[in-house]
């Protein structure tokens, strides 16, 4: 058997039964008895109610799961790779574009086949346990817009990768990971004025008792930025969350309408303080170098395996070409991808740690700050006892039990 085919087969089928296994364990796991810290926030029945949104969440995941790999494999073995690059190459244009029509094929086949699970997920268990107000007119809408922009501007980067890779040569992947780098940095700065309102409707924070308590803890911090909105969260979910984006002083706090409506100013503030301590503590530009430097490995490694012959055997491909091999290589560097997470949410989990130190340390409300993740948690029917190894393969975020003995352990040690 081809190598290449079977360290593909094995990584297919590898990571399906480590899924598998890992949220197996993590149902199991589940406590029964309500937690001491959460009485009082959560009564018996939606407690009970918490825990079979995580089985009904995973068994789907497992279910979907199960029909989407073999499928995948079945389309590799089959030659479906081939039968896509014999249609893009049927009309008879130069690289780029046959490239462009190849990727097109496969991303909509791809988003077209995962839209019954998005309909079952949002439609049936998000509104079964009370989450959902998406309208099928917003479904539809999303749906559009998404691959709108997934036309747009994965079209741009696929064309640049693959005129860098034509043209220059070996420094090909150097080229490409400073234009790609360059062209996600611009996102960064455009995505809060032009790709995030096509999704939400964002407005200006009225004035009141919340917004001048927000102004007057990020002046004490000396921490600018550009205004304070709320999103209609409500038009497609009850669950609450709050973020900062941008850079410099084009940053926005955000609010989701649904967070407003069920927390007091003090557990907001005491909320925003946690995301003004990512920034403070320099947390979003460390992720951002990280990121940089895992996109620049992994252009190196694909550079190595451009046109490689074994590789487009494994996919039964009669034709090699430097579009394909960017797809072929994505199975390749799936275990690489794996392990980079891994320690990429170790890093994220230690962050949020420091990050609710900085809100005790600051604001010096810990207790409005725990009483507030309790409310999140409960709000969202979050898994208040997740199994070790799940935390440690997938959690960006610590659980929240151990949060909050971090938090209480923070103010004792400063006297918050």
Sequence with gaps: MNPFLLFILVILIGSYFLDVVVDTLNVRYVKTDLPHEFEGYYDGEKYKKSQEYL?????????SDTITTPIIIIFILVGGFNAVDRFARSFELSAIPTGLIFAGVLMLAYHIFHIPFSIYGTFVIEEKYGFNKTTVKTFILDILKTWALVIVIGAILLSVVLWFFEKTGGGAWL?????????????????????MPLFNKYTPLEDGELRRAIEDYAGA?????????????????TKSNAFFTG??????????????EKHSVVELVSVLAHEMGHYKKKHILKSIIISILTAGLMFYILS??????ALFAAFKMGETSIYASLFFFGFLYTPIEMILSIFGNMLSRRHEYDADAFSVNTYREPESMITALKKLNVENLSNLTPHPIK??????????????????????????
């Design 175 to 195: 080229y490409c990971w400073m234009a790609i780098t360059l062209f996600q940095l611009f996102l960064m700065f455009i995505a809060p004025v032009t790709i």
């Design 221 to 237: 911090q000396d921490f600018k930025m550009k205004g304070i909105f709320t999103m209609d969260g409500s038009k497609r979910s």
């Design 55 to 63: 089985k009904e969440n995973t068994r789907f995941g497992i279910f």
């Design 391 to 416: 935390v440690f393969l997938s959690y960006s975020h610590p659980p929240i039990l151990e949060r909050i003995r971090a938090i209480r352990a923070e103010r004792k040690a400063h006297g918050a």
């Design 247 to 260: 850079f410099g002083k084009f940053r926005r706090i955000v609010l989701f309408d649904t967070l407003i």
């Design 304 to 309: 190595l395996f451009i046109n490689n012959q």
